[in-house]
């Protein structure tokens, strides 16, 4: 089953400022993070997950 990434929010690239990327890993270098794919300067970047907002502990 695919998951579904409509809900996520818009990524640019954080060189060539594109919003045509990708994810291509839910986890990057460190679990906080998420690895993106620009497809047009053909580069791998990581985004900080939950920016701006508070992930929901359960609590």
């Known amino acids: 089953m695919m998951a579904d ?3 996520e929010p818009q990524v640019s690239c954080p060189f060539c400022e594109s919003t ?3 994810r291509e890993s ?3 270098s460190e679990i906080s ?3 993106y794919y620009c ?3 053909n580069t791998v970047f990581e985004r ?3 920016d701006g ?3 929901d502990t359960g609590r």
């Open 20 to 22: 045509d990327t990708e």
């Open 33 to 35: 993070k998420t690895q």
């Open 48 to 50: 900080i997950k939950y």
């Open 39 to 41: 497809n047009d300067c």
């Open 26 to 28: 839910a986890f990057g």
């Open 5 to 7: 990434h409509a809900s």
């Open 53 to 55: 907002e508070n992930p």
